[in-house]
């Protein structure tokens, strides 16, 4: 069975300072893909990212960059020169082809805090 | 280009009571999902909706059902409450029913029974 680990519940840093969110994620499945979302007070998910299983290629978007590494089953999350509006629950989540409908399995977020 | 929308946003509801809550897919998109989030975890899969008809579902019991509309929007049903019902339920919607559909999500209903 699919299952995604979030080992961080909750990080503090300062503004400016850069921060690393780690998801490590479990699969039988040789086709999947790996997302990431962000839950700001709203409510709302907002979606960042989508890498499927096939593409190793780190990828970088502003301040944020993705490290896929099948070799360790990790999809690490990286905010270069954090700002207050940051702050937010980030989730990693994966969808495997034996899936078929687009569901996704989450972790359990962690919760990210960025002080003035 | 409006997003998914959900209603009500709150709603508080007393066990044994039945909800329904709603939900509009992003325009263009045809596939409806439905997820529930109880406080401080990830949110967990209960069913999917495509050409009105339940296409998958999660580890959920039958108290949960619902149902989809020809102009795609949806409704989740759930039966009987219990107090272990009290989360934010998400709705999100995709093009179609490919395992690589980036969703969308609304806002969330929080649901609260007591």
């Known amino acids: 069975a699919q299952k995604v680990t979030q080992a961080q519940t909750e990080i503090s840093v300062v503004e400016k300072e850069d921060v690393t969110l780690d998801c490590v994620y479990e699969t039988r499945d040789t086709t999947y893909y790996l997302f990431w979302y962000k839950q700001p007070p709203s409510g709302e998910l907002v979606f960042l990212i989508r890498?499927?299983?096939?593409?190793?290629q780190n990828e970088i978007s502003g301040r944020y960059s993705w490290n896929f590494q099948k070799s360790t089953s990790s999809f690490n999350f990286t905010i270069t020169a954090s700002q207050v509006v940051d702050s937010a629950v980030y989730f990693c989540?994966?969808?495997?082809?034996?899936?078929?409908?687009?569901?996704?399995?989450f972790g359990k977020g962690t919760m990210l805090l960025v002080s003035p | 280009d409006a997003g998914v929308t959900q209603s009500p946003t709150h709603l508080i509801k007393t066990r044994g009571q039945q909800v329904t809550l709603r939900c509009s897919p992003k325009?263009?998109?045809?596939?409806v999902s439905w997820y529930q989030q109880a406080l401080g975890q990830g949110p967990q899969f209960i069913f999917q909706y495509y050409e009105e008809e339940e296409r998958q579902r999660g580890n959920f019991p039958d108290r949960f059902s619902g149902h989809q509309f020809p102009n795609y929007s949806s409704e989740l049903n759930v039966n009987a409450l219990l107090l272990g019902d009290s989360a934010l339920y998400l709705c999100a919607s995709s093009r179609d029913r490919l395992y690589n559909s980036p969703l969308h999500f609304g806002n969330g209903t929080r649901l609260t029974v007591t």
């Open positions: 890498r499927n299983s096939f593409d190793e």
């Open positions: 989540a994966l969808s495997e082809a034996d899936s078929g409908y687009s569901t996704l399995t």
């Open positions: 325009s263009g998109h045809d596939t």
